[in-house]
C-alpha cells in the first residue's frame, strides 16, 4: 500500500537559515506528490505539488524536487521567515488509493526572530 | 477558484447529541470527497471516501453507524456524528475533487468538542 515518511520534529531555526525537510514514499506506480502546510488553528493549505518524475514544485520560496529514483519529494527553502512557523505534510495521491491522500506524520517548523 | 467551505469552523455538543458537518464545493462539481481526522499533533486519517449519489466507502476501524456521509449533491456532503461522545472529539475536515483531477481541495477543518 501506500505510504509517506518523512522526518521527526520539532525543528527549530533562526530565521534566514535554510530548511530542509525529508520526505520518502512507497507507492506503485506513479504517484503525485504534495505538501501541506498547517498553520496553528487552521485547516489545510496546499504548499505545492508534482505530478509526474523530476518535476519541481515551487510557491513562496519553498521547493522540492519529484526524484523517482530515491522515492523522495523533500522540502526546500533557502531563507526561512518567522511567518513560515507552523507544520509540514508531505502527502501523496494515486488511483489506488481512489486519490485519496496518505499523509505523513507531519513537521512542526518553528522559526526563531 | 476551486474553493471548498467546511461550517461550522468550531462546535461544542454535549455527549449523546449529534453534529453534522458540512461541506461545499463552491464553484467545482465535486465527484469524489474525502472526510479526515485529526489527533492533536497527529497526521489526518483518512475517515470515508465518499461519491455522489453512492454509499460512502469507510476506512477500516471507521465505524459508519457512528460517521454518517451524505453525498446526495455534486457540491454537498455532510458527515453526521451520531451520539457524540468526548473521545469523538477532534479536528475534521473535508476535501473535494473533480473527476479527472488528482488534485483535492481543502475545506478550513471543524473543530469537535464534545463536552
Known amino acids: 500500500g501506500n505510504s509517506v515518511t518523512q522526518m521527526e520534529g520539532p525543528v527549530t531555526l533562526s530565521e534566514e537559515a535554510f530548511l530542509t525537510i525529508n520526505c520518502t514514499y512507497t507507492?506503485?506506480?506513479?504517484?503525485?506528490l504534495f505538501w501541506y502546510v498547517q498553520y496553528p488553528g487552521e485547516g489545510l493549505q496546499l504548499l505545492l505539488k508534482?505530478?509526474?518524475?523530476?518535476d519541481k514544485g515551487s510557491n513562496k520560496g519553498f521547493e522540492a524536487t519529484y526524484r523517482k529514483e530515491t522515492t523522495s519529494f523533500h522540502l526546500e527553502k533557502g531563507s526561512v521567515q518567522v511567518s513560515d512557523s507552523a507544520v509540514y505534510f508531505c502527502?501523496?495521491?494515486?488511483?489506488?488509493?481512489?486519490?485519496?491522500?496518505?499523509f505523513g506524520k507531519g513537521t512542526s517548523l518553528l522559526v526563531t526572530p | 477558484g476551486a474553493v471548498v467551505s467546511q461550517h461550522p469552523s468550531r462546535v461544542i455538543c454535549k455527549s449523546g447529541t449529534s453534529v453534522k458537518i458540512e461541506c461545499r464545493s463552491l464553484?467545482?462539481?465535486?465527484?469524489?470527497m474525502f472526510w479526515y481526522r485529526q489527533f492533536p499533533k497527529q497526521s489526518l486519517m483518512l475517515m470515508a471516501t465518499?461519491?455522489?449519489?453512492?454509499?460512502?466507502?469507510?476506512e477500516q476501524g471507521v465505524e459508519k453507524d457512528k460517521f454518517l456521509i451524505n453525498h446526495a449533491s455534486l457540491t454537498l456532503s455532510t458527515l453526521t456524528v451520531t451520539s457524540a461522545h468526548p473521545e469523538d472529539s477532534s479536528f475534521y475536515i473535508c476535501?473535494?475533487?473533480?473527476?479527472?483531477?488528482?488534485?483535492?481541495?481543502f475545506g478550513q477543518g471543524t473543530r469537535l468538542t464534545v463536552v
Open positions: 476535501s473535494a475533487k473533480m473527476i479527472m483531477n488528482t488534485e483535492a481541495f
Open positions: 507507492a506503485t506506480g506513479y504517484p503525485s
Open positions: 508534482a505530478t509526474k518524475a523530476d
Open positions: 502527502a501523496l495521491s494515486n488511483s489506488n488509493s481512489g486519490y485519496a491522500l496518505n
Open positions: 464553484d467545482f462539481q465535486a465527484t469524489t
Open positions: 465518499s461519491n455522489e449519489g453512492s454509499k460512502a466507502t469507510y
